[in-house]
Every structure is written in C-alpha cells, then in structure tokens.
C-alpha cells in the first residue's frame, strides 16, 4: 500500500489543522492506521492510530482531547484532526499502515510509512 500524507502548515498557537493520508489499492479496510510524528532530535514517537474497523481509537497522553483521528475507509483515508496545538506539536508528521500483531502503540505494528507533512506551531 501506498501512503500519501498531507494537510500540514504553519499555525499560531491554538490553532488546528486537519491532516489527511491517502491510501492506495483495495484492502485499506485491513489495516491499522497510525499517525506518528519526529522532530530532528528526537525519535519518531506514536501519536494516534485507529483499528480496521475505526470502533476502537488510541491516543498518546500528550494529545488526549485535542487531537482526534478518524478513518473513512470507502474514501480509503485516514484523519487527524488536530486543535489546541502548542509549539511542542511542531514536528513531521507520518502517517503508518500496519498489518502486524502487536500493540498499536509499537512502532514495529506498521509496514507502510507514507512521507510525511510539516506541522509548526508558532507561539
């Protein structure tokens, strides 16, 4: 699967932006979507990620209730919708597909990367 992110920009503080990524081919339905993100000193890090089916939705502590991800499957996308950010949201954000067992959270649960959309926050 291909993945295509896009939907970041340049935002003051308190601001939001929707972030989208498209999915190639047909079995978009079988995989778990994540968003991830990574700034040039750190490490890739988990954001959020949405089950097949979208009931069950998993967030890191530091975007819980300001950050909401969605997936629409018959569009084959995924969304992250993101508000209230802080300049500490500045980063690249990746979108990831995964077929893998494991915890949702772990970044090893995802095959496909797409290439990643900037998110800066000014404050």
């Known amino acids: 699967v291909q993945l295509q992110a896009s939907g970041g920009g340049l935002v003051q503080a308190g601001g939001s932006l929707r972030l989208s990524c498209a999915a190639s081919?047909?079995?978009?339905?079988?995989?778990?979507m994540a968003w991830f993100r990574q700034t040039p000193d750190k490490e890739r890090e988990f954001v959020a990620a949405?089950?097949?089916?979208?009931?069950?939705?998993y967030y890191t502590d530091s975007v819980k209730g300001r950050f909401t991800i969605s997936r629409d499957n018959a569009k084959n996308t995924v969304y992250l919708q993101v508000g209230s950010l802080k300049p500490e949201d500045t980063a690249v954000y990746y979108c990831?597909?995964?077929?893998?067992?494991?915890?949702?959270?772990?970044?090893?649960?995802?095959?496909?990367w797409g290439q990643g959309t900037q998110v800066t926050v000014s404050s």
């Open positions: 990831a597909a995964g077929t893998k067992s494991g915890s949702y959270y772990y970044i090893g649960k995802y095959n496909y």
């Open positions: 081919g047909r079995t978009f339905g079988t995989y778990a």
């Open positions: 949405v089950s097949r089916s979208g009931d069950s939705r």
